[in-house]
């Protein structure tokens, strides 16, 4: 039999000098050793077989014994002993009939029971039932259970190199990807297993406590896979056939479940506490269609602001990210559909956020047909909202107005108190060119010149009481499109507490006016609305307040802008001039995070 061959090759080379069977060899009766019973080539097929004679003997250990070959024995006894318990294991059938005394010398690594190594701990007794050499009858043979399917059978170099060249390219590719997420691998992911690819598999067998060839074994292979997948337990990851959408492709199903079509997407919302949230995006178009997408995705809420884009004439791809939250975005133009999917994730959970959405565009299949426009039941229809999705909000919105021909923007130093981004007018980037919080103003240039339909001229006489006065704002905080006008007069050129820097009004006003221009008959600037008090008493409604002119150009000057050049407009103007040219120089001053 094969899985004796071991046994028989050393019972041979026993036979020199006839050890077991000349009798002029003396043999020392209190030498230890062990009783051979069973050899195997495979590592996993001998732990197998050890474990099953485990529940039928004693003593039973399990070694290598070098040639790829691992022998199970039980042991160790003295000789004597030893000759007693093969005679009556023999006898029971409880071994095989060529199991023979085997010399601890020849034993190598244990490998049986796991972590165990007994080797020159000295003998143990003999089990009491085989200790006489009384004659009892044979008991019926009982055989040992068939071994169960072993595990992918531990391999010489040589084989392992075998089985490992019966990889595809793909397969090849795949192993490399899995040794650069395990830490051990830096280079191209090309599928060519070249000295960087050896050195990697090297490391990987001994960080695991495995023999180091280079060559990783079926097994070993198995077990980096394993490795590999673990961050994708309890996720769910299953392959989804949305024929509507017609798309096919792997989901984490265990996070997410589908929630509603809204055209263009197919929605799936989070089911517990990761917080993941996938669609689908499927519909009929061009490349203006896919242009369009494009801009629009940028408006939501999912797709946080800071992060990679990148469009192309038939594709994009979307990265947005925050403290909270990262999605991912990516489309394809193809025969006249747009198809493609977002994954939003937690932040701070990046290493599954990797493996899903490698899993999802490794997988991500075109069916038939788009999703329908007509897809769903009646959409919630709100002015945020865009396909049932929340259009992305600043965290705060407030008015300035423009105080060079360039594009520069006067506004309250509460406008830009930790942004991570402000636009005027919803679209365009600013940067703070001064920030003078005690005093309250802030200046802001445009990444872009601007052409402004007008420019701010400030007075330069103190205005006089209960003369009318108009506020230009975005009272709303953006909601509406254009500023609104709010008419008053001058009832205080100081404030409450004696500040000479303000000027209080009897004007009713909104916290999203704040930063706008005050201006008289002549248009005039003589002031910015300061915000609304946060503490102390709470002021009847018609009461504001207004930062002087002479505040606002010490604090523009200091930055290296003398507003003082600015051409005033030439005697008084209808209501509808001062209008006019009041919304002419506001703008919506938004705070984004």
Known sequence: MLRYILASLVALTALVGTPRYAA?????????????????????????????????????????????????????????DAELVLRQYRREGLVPGDSFIQLSSRLRQQFWPVGAN???????????????EEIVPAPQVTEIPPAPQPEPADETPREAQRSESLLDRDERKQLQVMLQWAGFYEAAIDGAFGRGTRNSMAQWQVANGFEQTGILTTMQRVDLARQYNAVLEG???????????????????????????????????????????????????DQNTLFGLYEIMQTLEIVPMDGPRERNNSSFTLVGENARTISYTEATLQDGEIKGFTLIWPA??????????SEMRSSFTRLPGVLSASAGGPAEQAIDLVSGLQVRKPK????GFFVTPAGDVVTTSEAVQGCA????????????????AARGVALLRPDVALSPLAVASFAAQTPRL??????????FEGVLSAPSMTFGTIEDVRGLHGEESLDRLALRSRAGDAGGPVLTGDGTVIGMLAPLPKDGPQLPADVSFSLDAQTVQAVTK????????????????????????????????????
Not at 118 to 132: K, M
Not at 241 to 265: H, N
Not at 423 to 431: M, N, V
């Open 348 to 357: 701070g959970d990046e290493e599954r956020r990797r493996r899903v959405l």
């Open 118 to 132: 007994v080797l020159g701990n000295g003998a143990v007794d003999a089990p009491e039932s085989t200790i006489t």
């Open 558 to 593: 200091e930055a290296g802008i003398d507003l003082a050049q600015n051409t005033a407009p030439s005697g008084p103007l209808t209501p509808f001039q001062i209008s006019e040219r009041a919304t002419g120089m506001t703008v919506l001053v938004s705070c984004w995070e």
């Open 396 to 399: 705060l919105s407030r008015s």
């Open 235 to 285: 996720l769910g990851l299953r392959t989804v056939r949305d024929t509507k959408s017609g798309i096919e492709m792997q989901l984490p199903m265990g996070v997410v479940a589908f929630d509603s079509y809204e055209p263009p997407f197919a929605q799936y919302s989070p089911t517990g506490d990761i917080g993941a949230r996938v669609l689908l995006i499927s519909q009929p178009g």
């Open 421 to 436: 981004r402000i636009t005027l007018d919803g679209d365009t980037d600013a940067r703070v060119v001064t920030d003078d």
């Open 24 to 80: 002029a060899q003396s043999v020392n009766p209190d030498e230890v050793v062990w009783i051979q019973i069973e050899a195997q080539q495979s590592l996993a097929r001998a732990t197998d077989r050890a474990r099953a004679y485990t529940t039928l003997l004693q003593d039973v250990n399990g070694f290598a014994v070098g040639g790829g070959w691992y022998a199970i024995v039980v042991g160790p006894y003295r000789r004597d």
């Open 466 to 475: 209960q003369s009318e006065v108009a506020l230009a704002g975005y009272s």
